[in-house]
């Protein structure tokens, strides 16, 4: 990794060209030294909500391809490329990423974590137990602010 660090501080790295995967994708220093030829296919945003991006791949390239996005990875990322499961890559040590094979068409970030899920429920049964609580007493008999 200090080999990668050396060649991104270096001025003349083209950091709009090239993504640096740490610990992510199976990729050397030794990859770096010269940047590839820009890609033949092209990605579009085709839809984005809350929790999932879906990005359509148009042309086609010959050799696998690095899709990177401008979005947070988090641990509980999943990517499918035309609906197949496949690693969800961590680029410039915070981005989202895939290796995209020849010839695909389609590659679906979304996010899945039953801790956000579980967090959210309990935030709901609380705010629900608080509501209760302030107005559950205003609703019983004798209650003087009853009116």
């Known amino acids: ?9 270096n001025p003349q790295f083209p950091v709009l060209e090239v ?5 992510s994708a199976p990729v050397s220093p030794d990859s770096l030294s010269q940047v590839p030829p820009p890609a033949t296919a ?9 929790g999932r991006i ?14 990177v996005v401008g979005e947070n990875w988090y641990k509980d ?3 499918a490329i035309d609906g197949t499961a496949a690693p969800t890559l961590r680029a410039q040590h915070t981005l ?5 094979p020849p010839g695909a068409r389609q ?15 309990i935030s709901l049964i609380a705010l629900s137990l608080i509501v209760a609580l302030l107005v559950v007493p205003k609703l019983r008999p ?5 009116g």
């Not at 990794?1 to 501080?9: A, K, P």
């Not at 993504?19 to 610990?23: I, K, L, T």
């Not at 092209?42 to 809350?50: D, L, M, N």
């Not at 359509?56 to 390239?61: F, L, T, V």
């Open 1 to 9: 990794e200090d080999q990668v660090t050396g060649v991104v501080l």
């Open 19 to 23: 993504a640096v995967y740490g610990d």
């Open 42 to 50: 092209t990605a579009r945003v085709a839809a984005w909500e809350p």
């Open 54 to 67: 879906t990005i359509a791949i148009e042309g086609r390239d010959e050799r696998p391809l690095y899709l």
């Open 77 to 79: 990322c999943r990517t």
């Open 96 to 100: 989202l990423s895939a290796l995209v």
């Open 107 to 121: 590659v679906t970030f979304s996010f899945v974590s039953p801790e956000y899920n579980r967090g959210k429920m």
């Open 142 to 146: 004798g209650n003087p602010s009853r």
